[in-house]
């Protein structure tokens, strides 16, 4: 990432945060792990990024996605990926829920949830 940014240039991350949270949607999704804030921060400072922010977000779906990971664990119910999981009824009332936090992200930092959000910069 860094070599291909220019100098002074940003990069905005938006990743899965908290491995207890692992679930099959991970694993659909190619993913190699899911972070706390404090590890994506060392790791970018590591690679040469100055951190502008760092967040969490997606709260809104925390607590649903971490019992509907854990009851499938549970149970062992299995499917080819968490998407088939929906009640289309809900979609619009959800996405709603979902954008309002985008108001909040404007005003403060969010202490935990389901993605993490981080803004860095290059360092020169």
Not at 58 to 64: D, Q, R
Not at 70 to 90: C, D, F, R, W, Y
Not at 103 to 113: E, K, Q
Request: charged share 25%.
């Amino acid at each position: 990432m860094r070599r291909v940014l220019r100098p002074g240039g940003r990069v905005l991350l938006f990743v899965p945060t908290f491995m207890f949270l692992w679930g099959l949607q991970d694993d659909v999704s190619n993913h190699r792990r899911r972070y706390r804030l404090p590890e994506l921060t060392r790791v970018l400072e590591e690679a040469g990024f100055e951190i502008e922010r760092t967040t969490y977000a997606n709260i809104t779906f925390f607590l649903p996605v971490l019992m509907v990971r854990k009851l499938m664990k549970l149970t062992g119910i299995k499917t080819e990926t968490e998407n088939s999981i929906n009640v289309p009824a809900l979609n619009g009332v959800f996405g709603k829920i979902f954008g309002a936090e985008s108001w909040f992200l404007r005003h403060m930092n969010i202490p935990f949830g389901v993605s993490g959000l981080c803004v860095a910069r290059r360092r020169d």
